[in-house]
């Protein structure tokens, strides 16, 4: 059922809407798990909040770099 | 897709951040507002033309045997030889981005030297400078001490010049690229590529032979793992100045896009829900664009740090030494 879904969309859609969508979900489940460890670790030690924020803010900016790269490709395949 | 009378929103986004022969500021009515810009084109057959692109009238026009190409031909929106319908063998036309990259450098230039000059005026004793000043210090002295000098203990002084550089120009391009009528210039690939070229030869260049042997000899590795070791090594030569580039390419990018595609809900919903639901969609649309610019400026600022503080961990990694 869910297979006949998916082969309609990219059948109608195209295959780069779905993979900007997969996109998303990868992008968004890295960067929470980022965010939930930098929360953790912060609620821990309080006196290491801004050695913490600043690693959250360069990972964060690494992970979205490899989604963009799917956007990218997914752009292109469009 | 455009449906009748409505805002074509894809060829909207792709003209404000893409490249173009005159700067296109808006459209009062029937008649644009842009300022033409000079063309400069050299053809083998008809040798040196340089005119201004007001002659091509939009694209509607020839002029010397030069045209723009139409939409759907290989070269949409370029300049090419009406004879031949190829393009030109050098085209050093002042484009739009060409445009704003020399804006952007004059800026840069103003910027940095007039803050040094600051500094020859005075001198060890005077107090801490502030306004403008005390910015660029706050900002130069956190990226040399934080990101540069802790990346590349050694050799400092040779590779300050051109991180700080980078750090500053992808900075100051980003937020000109936020202003609405500017140039998109750091979301143009071709402008990312060359500086991640420039990181890529800098690193190149300058390896030691400690760095170079734990690409593709790595002493560290047992025997039958170094050949392997070695292809990857030599892949991710080239993966690390490509992920670089596009990395700051596609954020910009995408950040135009997204705060472009949030300004046109206000026009799409004048046609399909007119009277209250467009104004409702407005004031929605404005507060969300108002929010992506703040967004817009922080990725700015972080874009610009990211690609010096991995440049400069990829050039302390290359100035690596043997463990004694």
Same mark, same amino acid.
């Given at each position: 059922?869910?297979?006949?879904?998916? %082969?309609?969309?990219?059948?109608?859609?195209?295959?780069?809407?779905?993979?900007?969508? %997969?996109?998303?979900?990868?992008?968004?489940?890295?960067?929470?798990?980022?965010?939930?460890?930098?929360?953790?670790?912060?609620?821990?030690?309080?006196?290491?909040?801004?050695? +913490?924020?600043?690693?959250?803010?360069?990972?964060?900016?690494? +992970?979205?770099?490899?989604?963009?790269?799917?956007? +990218?490709?997914?752009?292109?395949?469009? | 897709?455009?449906?009748?009378?409505?805002?074509?929103?894809?060829?909207?986004?792709?003209?404000?951040?893409?490249?173009?022969?005159?700067?296109?500021?808006?459209?009062?009515? /029937?008649?644009?507002?842009?300022?033409?810009?000079?063309?400069? !084109?050299?053809?083998? *057959?008809?040798?040196?033309?340089?005119?201004?692109?007001?002659?091509?009238?939009?694209?509607? &026009?020839?002029? &010397?045997?030069?045209?723009?190409?139409?939409?759907?031909?290989?070269?949409?929106?370029?300049?090419?030889? $009406?004879?031949?319908?190829?393009?030109?063998? #050098?085209?050093?036309?002042?484009?739009?981005?060409?445009?704003?990259?020399?804006?952007?450098?004059?800026?840069?230039?103003?910027?940095?030297?007039?803050a040094a000059r600051w500094?020859?005026?005075?001198?060890?004793?005077?107090?801490?400078?502030?306004?403008?000043?005390?910015?660029? /210090?706050?900002?130069?002295?956190?990226?040399?001490?934080?990101?540069?000098?802790?990346?590349?203990?050694? *050799?400092?002084?040779?590779?300050?010049?051109?991180?700080?550089? $980078?750090?500053? #120009?992808?900075?100051?391009?980003?937020?000109?690229?936020?202003?609405?009528?500017?140039?998109?210039?750091?979301?143009?690939?071709? $402008?990312?590529?060359?500086?991640?070229?420039?990181?890529? !030869?800098?690193?190149?260049?300058?390896?030691?032979?400690?760095?170079?042997?734990?690409?593709?000899?790595?002493?560290?590795?047992?025997?039958?793992?170094?050949?392997?070791?070695?292809?990857?090594?030599?892949?991710?030569l080239f993966t690390k100045?490509?992920?670089?580039?596009?990395?700051?390419?596609?954020?910009?990018?995408?950040?135009?896009?997204?705060?472009?595609?949030?300004?046109?809900?206000? #026009?799409?919903?004048? $046609?399909?829900?007119?009277?209250?639901?467009?104004?409702?969609?407005?004031?929605?649309?404005?507060?969300?664009?108002?929010?992506?610019?703040?967004?817009?400026?922080?990725?700015?600022?972080?874009?610009?740090?990211?690609?010096?503080?991995?440049?400069?961990?990829?050039?302390?990694?290359?100035?690596?030494?043997?463990?004694?």
């Open positions: 059922m869910l297979g006949m879904i998916l %082969l309609e969309i990219l059948s109608t859609k195209g295959a780069a809407a779905l993979g900007a969508g %997969l996109v998303a979900v990868g992008a968004g489940m890295g960067l929470g798990k980022i965010g939930s460890a930098a929360m953790d670790s912060m609620a821990r030690q309080p006196e290491s909040i801004s050695k +913490v924020q600043t690693a959250m803010i360069i990972i964060g900016a690494l +992970v979205e770099g490899v989604s963009l790269f799917a956007v +990218v490709v997914c752009l292109l395949a469009s | 897709m455009k449906e009748a009378g409505q805002l074509d929103v894809t060829a909207m986004i792709f003209d404000h951040v893409g490249d173009s022969y005159y700067w296109h500021l808006t459209d009062i009515g /029937e008649t644009s507002v842009s300022a033409p810009l000079p063309v400069l !084109v050299y053809s083998e *057959h008809t040798g040196w033309h340089a005119f201004s692109s007001s002659h091509f009238h939009h694209g509607h &026009e020839a002029y &010397e045997g030069l045209a723009i190409a139409p939409e759907g031909s290989a070269y949409a929106g370029k300049i090419i030889e $009406v004879a031949t319908g190829e393009r030109p063998l #050098f085209d050093a036309s002042i484009t739009k981005n060409v445009a704003g990259l020399l804006i952007a450098s004059v800026l840069l230039c103003l910027m940095v030297i007039g500094y020859r005026k005075k001198d060890v004793t005077a107090p801490v400078p502030k306004g403008f000043v005390g910015t660029m /210090e706050m900002m130069v002295s956190y990226i040399y001490n934080d990101v540069i000098k802790a990346n590349v203990p050694e *050799h400092t002084a040779r590779y300050t010049p051109y991180l700080l550089t $980078v750090f500053f #120009f992808i900075f100051l391009t980003n937020l000109l690229g936020l202003i609405p009528g500017s140039a998109n210039i750091t979301g143009n690939i071709a $402008v990312t590529v060359t500086l991640a070229l420039f990181t890529f !030869v800098i690193t190149n260049i300058f390896g030691t032979k400690a760095y170079w042997q734990e690409v593709f000899w790595n002493k560290e590795l047992p025997a039958w793992l170094r050949p392997l070791m070695a292809v990857i090594e030599f892949i991710s100045p490509f992920s670089l580039t596009i990395r700051l390419f596609a954020n910009i990018l995408a950040g135009h896009c997204a705060l472009l595609g949030v300004i046109s809900v206000v #026009f799409l919903t004048a $046609v399909s829900m007119p009277g209250g639901g467009n104004y409702g969609m407005s004031v929605v649309s404005v507060l969300l664009a108002i929010f992506l610019d703040m967004l817009e400026v922080l990725v700015a600022f972080i874009q610009a740090f990211v690609f010096t503080m991995l440049s400069s961990i990829y050039i302390g990694l290359s100035q690596a030494h043997h463990h004694e």
